[in-house]
């Protein structure tokens, strides 16, 4: 009697978990923390409420090869499970003592509150995914990160509600505890690291029995030929950071990333000050949220037909494209405003669903968490550059043009990287 696949159950309880764990404290945050900003009882000027965020974004990435070993030792569920109970505390204490002071707001929410949802955020949902599925990797990741998008809609909402029309920023950041138990559950309920814990194997059923484990070792060897290149001899991290394919694909996935940096540290001063109403912006922005989710649904059935690493070089270009159309923007143009987020969003979005499955196919999946530990490391590191350098080119000509341009020609680069990335000739 065949066990039915579990494999799709545990993309679903991974993509909320992703959403509550690695996106809802943000999500909150970004109304939480402004309404503290104007509680005058809370003494904190704007420039340690600008500290705190760039402490978060730092966070995002600096724990990377840490929590990349974790989950290689002990399995992304643990992670999933630590990271909600970390969560859960550190949102209470931000309800508590966040206001209390500027080194308590930046240790609970820049550090403690970053590194909880970063143990369970990428690097644990990918790792999952990588190891349910092979042949049908990218429609499986391409539906966790849709998933994950698609209920993120409801944050601010949710967070808006909980906060009420006084603007209670405690409740805020306790609502952020409260998501952290629903994850717990969903954890504890529904995950499975890998299909062998099942006795299962990656994209389909398994029967068990008293031969489960030749049974495995089969049905792994009957797997049909990809239409993507996977490799069958998997690299370690630092084989993988020494190859040239490895900086290709994350030149491209970098370039995305500078491009968003850029839009959420200035897109929004930049186009107010081209004359748009903030109100027209806004529509803008939650547009570029659409497009990310939707690009998902097209990207999923061709990233098992076409290799993930062209898909990203194509998302950078279209990135390069919009930033090129913010750069040429005339006063008052609504249109360039909604083409220019609507391209970065199925940038980034393209680049949330194929970067991983990118490396994970090129380096093979057994040493998949601390590979994207050190890749999501140099992204935050490096991209985090961008909004103190859009700062000080705008202090130093009073406008943000040039950056545009730049951010155009590094996701050219970018895209032109990843599509001349090698793939070995199929024997």
Known sequence: MEKKFIGWRVVVATGLLYALLGNFGLAAAQLAIP??????????????????????????????????????????????????LLIIATGVLMGLFAGASTVAYVVLFGVLLSFSCTLGGQIATQTTVGSWFVQKRGLAMAVTMGLGGLVAFAFPLVTNAAMGEAGNWHNGF????????????????????????????????????AEAGATVRQAKSEQPASKVYKTTQPKTSREAMR????????????????????A?????????????????????????????????????????????????????????????????????????????????????????????????????????????????LLLSVFSALVPVIAGAVFDAIGAYTPMFLAVAIIAVAGGIASLLVPFPKRS
């Not at 540290?265 to 806004?282: E, P, W």
Request: aromatic share 10%; charged share 10%.
């Open 174 to 209: 306790y609502l952020i505890s409260a998501m952290a138990v629903v994850a717990l559950i969903i954890a504890f309920a529904l995950m499975k690291d890998k299909p062998e814990d099942a006795g299962q194997v990656p994209d389909g059923a398994l029967p068990v029995g």
């Open 264 to 376: 959420v540290s200035s897109g929004v001063l930049y186009f107010s000050g081209q004359g748009l109403d903030t109100g027209i912006i806004a529509g803008a922005v939650a547009v570029q949220g659409v497009a990310a989710v939707a690009v998902n649904l097209v990207i999923a059935p061709l990233a098992d037909r076409i290799e993930p690493a062209r898909i990203l070089g194509v998302c950078a270009l279209l990135t390069a494209a919009g930033a090129l159309l913010a750069f040429v923007c005339a006063p008052g143009s609504a249109v360039v405003l909604y083409a220019y987020y609507i391209l970065l969003g199925i940038g980034f979005g393209g680049n949330t669903s194929v970067m991983p499955t990118a490396f994970a196919n090129y380096f093979g999946i057994e040493d998949f968490p601390k590979i994207m530990g050190m890749v999501l």
């Open 243 to 262: 190859s040239l394919p490895f900086w290709l694909i994350w030149l491209g996935s970098f370039s995305v990333f500078v491009a968003l940096n850029l």
């Open 35 to 84: 309404a503290m900003a104007v509680d005058p009882s809370v003494a904190m000027n704007r420039s340690m409420i600008g500290l705190g965020f760039t402490v978060f974004i730092l966070m995002q990435g600096l724990p990377g090869p840490l929590i990349g070993k974790f989950i290689a030792k002990y399995g992304a569920r643990k992670a999933f499970i630590a990271s909600s």
